[in-house]
């Protein structure tokens, strides 16, 4: 079983092929983020333009390594995600399907990311049946999703968010410090030599809500910018760094273990961009003292990537060495174009 994946969901190209019997995936990926960078954020229109010329060239990429005639399913993500930037993936898609008339599955981007913790157990040759019911937490730039993934597979979301995402909250404060986009993992660098207790900063839905909020947060920060000088600002950015990330991991941990506390799962993961951050990885590593598996998505597909969206796929149509009961649910050689 040979996988050609395609994502497009937001500023990332990428196409994977995942070798089902070897375990491994070749992926060819392109980030747009320095073009997007000088707009502080993604332009949609931008982006999509972007895909339509990164296909072709990603394609030749990985077909100039891998024997694409092999491949026997093909998936590609159908959403969430930018309309014209799903279209271009969903086009490259069907475009090469047709060379390659395979079945062809839409996949679910947050289901991709929710799933990708489980890929480096399947490539160590564990099932991920039993890791279930399994407690997540997805962290991106679009979403913040607490949920459960429960034996017959279904999800179940315990908390979202009600405005801005973890990732958004990250890069809206960098923003606002005057750093880069995205901001992520460059304030994350800067904490490491601030004091997180330098600043208090909001904490949204205390006291057991099952919600996250940031845009409060991000509010707080500009208050508290503009009330500073610039030298202060540069004097205390690391300060401000560790307390700001601190905020944000803290009701992330926070409804993590208080999920944890009603709900009896064998194993936790986090996945998705904000994933990556040591601080959260820590923090969570830590509360959970060993008690159950903490299962981190690899850092490459934490990030947006077709790798997961392939995997999702397979986890999907229950291939990973399932009992036949958990076989297709549903025809998985509908076109993701009549879903769209
Ligand atoms: O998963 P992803 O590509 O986003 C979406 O598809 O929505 O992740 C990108 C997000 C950005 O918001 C970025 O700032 C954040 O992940 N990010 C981080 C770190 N690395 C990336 N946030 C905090 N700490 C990091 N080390």
Redesign the pocket.
């Known amino acids: 079983m040979k996988i050609l994946a395609f994502e497009s969901?937001?500023d990332?190209s990428a196409v994977a092929l995942l070798d089902c019997e070897r375990r491994v995936a070749v992926e060819k990926i392109y980030s747009q983020v320095a073009i997007h960078q000088v707009f502080g954020g993604v332009v949609p229109e931008l982006a999509a333009r972007e895909h339509l010329a990164a296909f072709p060239r990603l394609l030749r990429l990985l077909a100039a390594e891998e024997d694409l005639s092999q491949v026997n399913r093909m998936a590609v993500t159908i959403g969430p995600g930018l309309a014209g930037c799903l279209a271009m993936g969903l086009a490259a898609a069907e475009s090469v399907n047709l060379l390659y008339p395979v079945p062809l599955q839409g996949v679910n981007h947050l289901r991709a990311?929710a799933l990708s913790p489980f890929f480096a157990p399947w490539q160590r040759g564990f099932s991920p049946l039993e890791y279930l019911p399994h407690l997540g937490l997805l962290v991106?730039?679009?979403?913040t999703l607490l949920f459960l993934l429960e034996e017959n597979f279904s999800f179940q979301i315990l908390a979202e968010t009600v405005d801005d995402?973890a990732?958004?909250a990250?890069?809206k404060g960098a923003k606002l410090l005057q750093l880069p986009y995205?901001?992520?993992?460059l304030?994350?660098k800067l904490a490491r030599q601030g004091e997180k207790t330098a600043f208090r900063f909001p904490r949204a839905f205390q006291g057991g809500e099952m919600k996250f909020s940031f845009s409060g947060l991000k509010t707080s920060l500009r208050y508290l910018l503009e009330k500073m000088s610039p030298e202060e600002i540069s004097q205390q950015r690391s300060h401000i760094c560790a307390s700001y990330q601190d905020a944000i991991c803290d009701v992330l941990v926070e409804k993590l273990f208080l999920a944890l506390s009603c709900h009896k799962v064998r194993s936790v993961g986090l996945s998705?961009?904000?994933s990556?951050?040591c601080y959260l990885r820590q923090a969570v590593e830590s509360q959970l003292k060993s008690r159950l598996p903490l299962l981190l998505a690899p850092r490459e597909l934490?990030?947006?990537n077709a790798t997961m969206v392939a995997f999702a796929a397979l986890f999907d149509n229950r291939l990973l060495d399932f009992p036949q009961e958990f076989f297709p649910r549903w025809p998985i050689d509908q076109s993701p174009l009549a879903s769209f």
């Open positions: 969901s937001c990332e990311h991106s730039g679009g979403n995402a990732g958004e990250f890069d995205p901001g992520g993992a304030i994350e998705g961009g904000v990556q951050n934490c990030g947006d």
